[in-house]
Nanobody, 121 residues
């Protein structure tokens, strides 16, 4: 069993940056791929980016490439999402999720509750 808790969200101006954290408790965090997913009001959840269990592979949605960076520190049981050059359309609840493999279909075993990111124009 793995519990995930996100933090680091908040209000930021267009062009600003935020770093989200996903703290995992439980066993074998290092055995799981970690993904970030977001959900804007009235929209479906969408994949943002993810990192393999080894940390050697990352994937990003097209909108996240060149602006967002996913990383992990297994010694701290923590995953990160660095977001730069933020835009108002990035406003959403950001959730982290963990599972055996990166899955663009969002089929993950464990999910956090999410953290709100609001980008003002």
């Amino acid at each position: 069993q793995v519990q995930l808790v996100e933090s680091g969200g908040g209000l930021v101006q267009t062009g600003g940056s935020l770093r989200l954290s996903c703290l995992a408790s439980g066993r074998n965090f290092g055995n799981y791929a970690l993904a970030w997913i977001r959900q804007a009001p009235g929209k479906e959840r969408e994949f943002v980016g993810g990192i393999s269990w080894s940390g050697g592979t990352t994937f990003y949605a097209n909108f996240a490439k060149d602006r967002f960076t996913v990383s992990r520190d297994d010694a701290k049981n923590t995953g990160y999402l660095q977001m730069d050059s933020l835009k108002p359309e990035d406003t959403a609840i950001y959730l982290c999720a963990a599972g055996p493999n990166l899955d663009f279909g969002l089929h993950y075993t464990y999910w956090g509750q999410g953290t709100q990111v609001t980008v003002s124009a």
